[in-house]
């Protein structure tokens, strides 16, 4: 009976010394947090000129910007480069209307709305949308590039464009 109870006892302690659990190890990296929404430093509040240009012709911009964050709206007004030449872009590009917009770093997204009407306008039943886009926008310069509809002449794509802060 000796020589089986010193077996087993010699078992037990083998096996407890061979299977003793060991607490896992401390994690040394922990979770990067999320990262921070990139901070609007931009500030395009007020007047803004320039020009643009596609399929149907050059126009001159003009928008009065309030800004709330990293949102923006206000008026655009939108005029042929030369009214006089008989083009397309000197009827169509006769317009008033909203712009609104979002700013995401230095990258400004912009929606240019005219509808249709207008005392004066040579094409009043016309509805035009510029979807704008610009990277590397400034306090001073927005420039980039823009797709549109016009409900009188069909969409566009390839515009480009320049705002620059008025003075």
């Not at 990262?35 to 009065?64: I, K």
Request: charged share 15%.
């Amino acid at each position: 009976m000796w020589p089986v109870f010193a077996l087993t006892f010699a078992a037990l302690v083998a096996a407890a010394c061979g299977s003793t659990p060991t607490a896992p190890a401390p994690s040394t990296s922990a979770a990067a947090p999320p990262a921070p929404a990139a901070p609007t430093s931009l500030n395009l509040n007020g007047r803004w000129t320039g020009s643009g240009s596609d399929v149907q012709g050059r126009e001159t911009l003009a928008w009065t910007i309030t800004q709330n964050g990293s949102g923006f709206s206000g008026t655009a007004d939108m005029r042929p480069l030369d009214a006089a030449d008989g083009s397309c872009a000197s009827c169509h590009k006769f317009k008033s209307g909203a712009v609104t917009g979002t700013i995401n770093g230095t990258v400004v997204t912009i929606k240019l709305v005219f509808p249709p009407g207008g005392e004066g306008v040579p094409t009043p039943m016309c509805t035009i949308v510029f979807d704008l886009s610009a990277a590397g926008a400034s306090t001073e310069r927005i420039a980039g590039m823009y797709s549109g509809d016009d409900s009188c002449e069909g969409s566009f794509e390839g515009g480009t464009f320049t705002m620059d802060r008025a003075r």
